[in-house]
């Protein structure tokens, strides 16, 4: 969308296209310079033209404070069919349970939350170590490696087909479906890895319809959906399609972004190494400023926010890594300090609140404190350097490695 064909409700002067959702690859770290720079030059809130994948528009909102409030108010944002994912293959299902609102979304979550308990998760901690040692070992003699191909991206594919109990001998489909899906800027690719993905879980869906196993999908059919009934098909279609959608993606760029961290600053690499006791703590403060989702909600009514009218259907950023460098939360935002505890929304907040957040820190936590304990101090290979991708997921697109 240009700025000259504004809707009448938002002024010229608050609206912007801004680099940080290009699209594209830059050469400084954007959590250093990018975001710094926008909430030293822009007000609280702003219309962005190019905020939205295929250029569309929405509000910027660059407060915690703000955020956090539009997390907790379900009345007057929505994020019904929000993401458009059964709709671009022609179907009519939601991605339960994150493009379902309350009350719905409710009978949900309680079915789903002891599934992701802290305590369920934890029982997956010897699962997530073989799965990361497994992976490191294919590389680790060869002191050299292509982390994003051969670990970060495959790590959390690996740990979400063994909780949902599907066989692995899919994994490289699974790879190029989830970059098509999630990375492209173009309408059709998405769409058409959307169609593969959604057809492969249908296969494995209807099998199991017919004769339960013993594992996750079967076990959906017999949660409770509200109003006496049991889950249907679709739902838990838009469930497992949520899986893949929130639990792979995520865990490759969080990783991607904290091991180009770690090259750039050994000295807090040799510090996890030596003190691997920190790396639960560490973990967060990535999170905090390497959390890689901007994610949105959709006005359901006229809202005001610091005196801008948001009408209805407007879309509405949750930005997790430009809100979690507020200024006004945190000294030196872009400072990573290991001992900062500092408060992050990077797995959201309120009812849409991460439903794998225990799973995605355990994962993060297994895979440093493996690697740290196989690779001696490692550093970007000789002849490449380190690109960010800036847009809605910001995540490094290769990191090479390599130690003696
Ligand atoms: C570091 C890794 C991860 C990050 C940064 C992350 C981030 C997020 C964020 C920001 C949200 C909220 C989105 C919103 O409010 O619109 C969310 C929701 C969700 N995440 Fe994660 N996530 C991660 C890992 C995972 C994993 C491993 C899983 C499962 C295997 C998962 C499953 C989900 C689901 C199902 C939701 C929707 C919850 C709801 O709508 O009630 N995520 N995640």
């Not at 509000?59 to 994020?79: E, F, I, V």
């Not at 409710?106 to 040692?133: C, E, G, T, W």
């Not at 087909?161 to 001998?169: A, S, T, V």
């Not at 790879?175 to 058409?192: A, G, I, Q, T, Y």
Request: net charge negative; glycine share 6%.
């Amino acid at each position: 969308m240009s700025t000259d064909t504004l809707p009448s409700h938002v002024p010229a002067d608050k609206a912007m296209r801004l680099p940080y959702f290009a699209r594209e690859v830059v050469k400084d770290c954007p959590q250093e310079t990018l975001i710094p720079e926008m909430h030293r030059t822009l007000g609280p809130i702003t219309y962005v033209t190019n905020i939205f994948p295929g250029d569309k528009p929405g509000w910027l909102l660059t407060g915690y404070d703000d955020t956090m409030a539009m997390l907790r108010d379900a009345d007057n944002y929505t994020k019904n069919g929000m993401g458009q994912w059964s709709q671009s293959i022609g179907e009519n299902w939601l991605v339960v349970p994150t493009e379902v609102d309350p009350p719905t979304h409710s009978h949900y979550r309680k079915a789903l939350n002891p599934s992701f308990s802290p305590q369920k998760m934890a029982a997956m901690k010897d699962d997530l170590k073989r799965r990361a040692v497994d992976l490191i070992d294919k590389f680790k003699d060869r002191k050299s490696c292509d982390f994003i191909n051969e670990f970060s991206e495959r790590y959390p594919i690996y740990i979400v087909l063994d909780l949902l109990g599907l066989p692995q001998d899919r994994m490289a489909e699974f790879l190029v479906w989830e970059k098509e899906m999630l990375h492209s800027n173009d309408w059709e690719v998405r769409s058409n890895a959307v169609k593969k993905a959604v057809n492969y879980l249908k296969g494995e869906i209807a099998l199991r319809r017919e004769k339960p196993l013993d594992d996750y999908i079967s076990r959906l059919f017999d949660l409770e959906a509200g109003e006496g009934r049991k889950w249907n098909d679709e739902e838990v279609l838009g469930h497992c399609f949520n899986l893949f959608l929130g639990g792979l993606d995520t865990v490759t760029t969080m990783l991607g972004n904290i091991f180009a961290h770690l090259v750039r600053h050994p000295e807090q690499q040799q510090e996890l190494r030596e003190h691997p006791e920190r790396i639960v703590l560490a973990v967060e403060e990535f999170l905090r400023v390497y959390g890689p989702v901007t994610a949105f909600r959709i006005a359901a009514q006229e809202i005001e926010v610091h005196g801008q009218k948001i009408m209805p259907g407007d879309y509405v950023s949750v930005a997790t890594p430009i809100v979690n460098q507020d200024p006004k939360i945190h000294e030196n935002p872009s400072d990573i300090r290991f001992d900062r505890k500092a408060p992050h929304v990077a797995l959201g907040g309120g009812i849409h609140k991460c439903l794998g957040m225990h799973l995605a820190r355990f994962e993060l936590q297994t895979a440093i404190d493996e690697f740290l304990k196989a690779i001696p101090q490692f550093r970007l290979k000789e002849g490449t350097e380190l690109g960010y991708f800036v847009g809605n997921i910001t995540f490094i697109p290769k990191l090479e490695l390599e130690w003696d």
